[in-house]
């Protein structure tokens, strides 16, 4: 069965500092992998998607996520933090016959 | 454009009471998928299906129904509406199984 642990549910940085959620996966087979992001009062919204081929995804927004099989991770980065990136991230596994399976999320707060 | 839409976006119900929550799509998606997300929790799945007059159980399936008569709609129904199913609910629909989905805003339901 698959699983997904995001470490930490609340992160902080300094606007114009670097982003880094990180998440780790349980999958029997070649997952397919997403993050997600919910503004306050509004559903989730994809980021980026992990499905095949490339191993760096690049999303919206200007994050980017890695796909490191080895270690069974796929963290979320952003080179330099906005106020308007303040949010909560998902991320999300699949074995590709069944159901997406969501973390915990991580709520990242921007100090100016 | 395509969208999901769900109603009520609030309801305040008192125990014991029937609720249904609606959530209606217009993206042509077989897959509709119904979570509840509590603080510390993230999403958890209630229901799904994947196709007219197709229904299963997700992990926190007790106490909620749902049916599935058409593409587009895919109600939840709380039988009998306890406090601890106070939260925000969110439907979801997807085009292929395990691939990306699209969330609704969201009704938040209060079990006085």
């Known amino acids: 069965a698959q699983s997904v642990t995001q470490l930490g549910s609340h992160v902080s940085v300094s606007e114009g500092a670097l982003v880094l959620l990180r998440c780790n996966y349980s999958s029997s087979v070649p997952p397919y992998l997403f993050w997600y992001v919910q503004y306050p009062n509004q559903g989730l919204q994809l980021l980026l998607k992990y499905t095949t081929g490339a191993t760096l995804v690049k999303g919206i927004n200007g994050f980017e996520a890695e796909f490191k099989k080895s270690e069974t991770s796929f963290h979320l980065t952003k080179p330099s933090a906005h106020m308007s990136d303040a949010a909560e991230y998902f991320c999300a596994v699949t074995n590709r016959d069944d159901k997406i399976i969501f973390g915990k999320g991580t709520r990242l707060h921007i100090l100016p | 454009d395509a969208e999901i839409t769900q109603s009520p976006r609030h309801k305040i119900t008192e125990t014991g009471r029937q609720v249904t929550l609606a959530c209606h799509q217009t993206?042509?998606?077989?897959?509709m998928f119904w979570y509840r997300q509590d603080l510390g929790h993230g999403l958890r799945l209630i229901h799904y299906s994947y196709g007219v007059q197709d229904t299963n159980k997700g992990e926190v399936s007790d106490g909620y129904s749902v049916s599935r008569s058409n593409t587009e709609d895919l109600p939840l129904t709380l039988e009998s509406a306890a406090s601890s199913q106070t939260s925000v609910y969110f439907c979801?629909?997807?085009?292929?199984?395990?691939?990306?989905?699209?969330f609704g805003p969201g009704t938040r339901l209060t079990v006085l």
């Open positions: 979801a629909s997807s085009g292929q199984r395990s691939n990306e989905q699209f």
């Open positions: 993206w042509n998606h077989n897959n």
